[in-house]
């Protein structure tokens, strides 16, 4: 595996990956090929944020499959925008996303395939013991942020809260998260859209 992007050193640990160094936002993917291992590719992935951290141009130099996932479109200045201008710019032959499916719909105003949904492509698994419903906590558990950018998460804990029903709010790692989440008697799941 070859896994490029801003935050990675040019390394290569052992046979089986390999990491590159790009600039941060837009970046010409001349530069991946020449760091690269001789052979081929099954595909190439390309994991999008409307912040711009990874931006590749000339995706086209690669012989395999070119896969976009979209991360956050709710993010940022313009995420939507954003996004549309730089899936106008290269060629895709999957275009997923994983967040916010009903942004997708704006993709099919630009030349490409029909955007697919895969959910929950970067969650992970932190198994927690079964608790019975006595053994829980009363009440439910937000895990999240709810500041100015969250205006309709805020507003969904304060309706809960005034309905009566004690929840706690917490800003935790996952692994913290999925405690809390087996403790309580509901976890309360908040999506945030771009207004």
Not at 50 to 68: G, K, M, Q, Y
Not at 130 to 136: A, D, K, L, P
Request: glycine share 6%.
């Amino acid at each position: 595996m070859i896994v490029a992007g801003p935050f990675w050193a040019d390394s290569a640990t052992d046979e089986r990956l390999v990491t590159i160094n790009t600039p941060h936002t837009e970046f010409d993917c001349r530069a991946i090929t020449q760091k690269m291992p001789r052979g081929s590719l099954d595909a190439v992935i390309v994991v999008y944020t409307a912040f711009r951290t990874v931006e590749p141009r000339r995706l086209s130099l690669f012989d395999c499959p070119v896969i976009f996932i979209a991360g956050d479109t709710h993010h940022g200045k313009s995420p939507l925008q954003t996004t549309l201008q730089y899936l106008t710019k290269e060629k895709f032959d999957f275009r997923l996303t994983g967040h916010c499916q009903h942004h997708a719909h704006w993709w099919a105003s630009t030349p490409g395939p029909h955007p697919g949904w895969l959910p929950a492509q970067d969650a992970m698994t932190f198994a927690q013991p079964f608790r019975e419903q006595s053994q829980r906590e009363r009440g439910g558990i937000f895990v999240g942020q709810t500041g100015q950018w969250h205006p309709r998460r805020q507003a969904s804990v304060n309706h809960v809260r005034m309905a009566g029903l004690p929840l706690r709010q917490a800003q935790v790692p996952a692994k913290y998260a999925a405690r809390l989440y087996s403790r309580m008697q509901f976890a309360l799941t908040c999506i945030s859209t771009a207004t």
